[in-house]
């Protein structure tokens, strides 16, 4: 059965309460629907004179800015001539002015499944918003790339909320955006008048290549559905002087860095994952222009493959054998300037100390156990799928 997008499914069954009323959408160039048409001629084209402005999430409307704290400026669409309000520039939070000219907020945004991938949040600030200022909220509910079955990681501590975490979370919680939506409203007291348009023919098992939708890359450095695969555990590595793989054709997928001899990892293993010595130069980012060794990550069997745990060991490993040479990246990140980044990224105040201190990440896992035997109950009676 194909997958319908829930933007496909508000054209084609477009619910009587929006009438004439005064629409936003909050987009990004993955916003796609109908054979790559962009969401926001979809819905300007079902709606006429109603789509009145859109906003825009981190790396901005063009998907162009590559990294943390790089902002963008409003803009004005020039097909549609309407504001485009950027999200992730001046404010993070739409203002006041922002949303005075809609009614609706449309929210059509593709996610990836990990906590600290920022459209959720951006998604979860305009919730918050559009609740203080009385304006309604739809969610058009597209498939969590990595599946909605496996969840991993260490619940957020709430000391140490950010941008990349703002309610606790497993790092990937396994859920949709529509489904996290319907969650952090009720959970967390948010309280906005929230519809979810759901999609047709998305089963939780599914990864992205069994949607057969074309994957449109919703940010810079997440090109393929493997990139999103390693992505829970490799954007640890953004809290370290070790090269994520940004600067390369393959971010997240290869990790390196001039000091590592990747004979280090020769015994390493993990289901679902075969791994293979490389060197690559980054063009930008950390290392540019020096030879940096590691791991290119190949995961082989998606449905056992857990990337969160594995770059624990990872970075386990590289604290045992390069104590000078591996270090933790110094503030700031993500607007945090007086946290690690690291704990900021892991979103805990211990996980690094206990790392540090050798102990297993096994030992680690059964820690958060409970917590994550907690949260599967807790987001049961929000899944739509």
Not at 134 to 153: A, M, T, W
Not at 329 to 338: A, M
Request: aromatic fraction near 10%; charged fraction near 20%.
């Amino acid at each position: 059965m194909k997958v319908k997008l829930g933007v496909e499914n508000l054209i084609d069954h477009p619910p009587e309460d929006l009438g004439k009323k005064r629409l936003g959408l909050l987009c990004h160039p993955a916003s796609v629907c109908c054979g790559y048409r962009h969401s926001r001629f979809a819905v300007a084209a079902a709606f006429p004179k109603q789509l009145t402005a859109l906003f825009a999430p981190q790396h901005g409307f063009w998907g162009a800015r590559q990294d943390n704290m790089i902002e963008s400026d409003d803009m004005t669409d020039a097909r549609l001539n309407i504001p485009v309000y950027s999200l992730y520039g001046k404010v993070r939070k739409p203002t006041p002015r922002m949303l005075e000219n809609i009614d609706v907020l449309l929210v059509d945004l593709q996610d990836v499944g990990t906590r600290v991938y920022t459209f959720i949040w951006t998604m979860a600030l305009c919730m918050q918003a559009c609740a203080e200022q009385k304006k309604k909220v739809v969610v058009l509910d597209r498939p969590n790339p990595i599946g909605g079955r496996i969840i991993e990681g260490n619940i957020l501590d709430a000391d140490y909320k950010s941008f990349v975490g703002l309610y606790p979370l497993p790092m990937r919680p396994g859920m949709t955006i529509g489904e996290l939506a319907a969650y952090l409203n009720a959970t967390h007291s948010i309280g906005c008048d929230l519809t979810i348009i759901p999609m047709t023919g998305w089963k939780r098992e599914m990864f992205w290549d069994e949607t057969h939708l074309p994957w449109v890359a919703p940010s810079p450095n997440m090109p393929t559905l493997q990139t999103a695969l390693v992505y829970p555990g490799q954007a640890l590595f953004e809290g370290t002087n070790v090269s994520e793989g940004r600067g390369t054709t393959m971010p997240f997928e290869q990790f390196g860095a001039p000091f590592i001899d990747a004979d280090i990892f020769h015994d390493l293993s993990a289901p679902g994952a075969v791994f293979r010595p490389v060197s690559f130069e980054p063009t930008s980012g950390k290392w540019t222009g020096k030879t940096c060794n590691g791991l290119f990550i190949h995961p082989t069997e998606p449905a056992r493959f857990e990337s969160y745990a594995l770059t624990l060991e990872l970075l386990q490993r590289l604290l045992i054998h390069y104590p000078r040479d591996f270090q933790w990246k110094q503030q700031p990140y993500e607007y945090e300037f007086d946290k690690l980044p690291i704990d900021i990224i892991l979103g805990s105040g211990t996980l690094r100390k206990d790392l540090e201190s050798g102990i297993p990440v096994a030992e680690l896992q059964k820690t958060w156990q409970a917590d994550i035997v907690r949260f599967r109950k807790e987001r049961k009676p929000y899944l739509l799928y």
